[in-house]
């Protein structure tokens, strides 16, 4: 793991001052966990598109069982990178489309798991 490659935010002043803090931290914190099968790595360049749908997915080398808010998260901040949606519109836009409200701890809590990998 390359802290270099990691999101700015997630060590340094304001976050954890190194990878073993962060992975206490997802140990003390970890929610209760809904299993279903996941991509595992569920962000844009792995969503194949054709005519407006989606077609097929890639890099399923991470798939299995897990919470679906693997997903989600990795989702969400793939479209941010990838776009130019706000937050809180992605928010409001992906409870619509999976048709329930985001626990955006959840959310938080996938993404800084993605971080040490």
Known sequence: MDIEDTNPDTYGPEGF???QELLSWLKDNQPE????YTHGD???PNILIKDGNISGYIDLGRGGLGDPYRDIALCYRSYLYNTEINEEELK???EHLLGFKLDMQ???YYIL???LF
């Open 17 to 19: 001052k190194d990878p």
């Open 33 to 36: 966990e809904e299993i279903s």
């Open 42 to 44: 569920l962000c844009m």
């Open 92 to 94: 409001n836009e992906l």
């Open 106 to 108: 959840k959310v938080k």
């Open 113 to 115: 798991v993605d971080e």
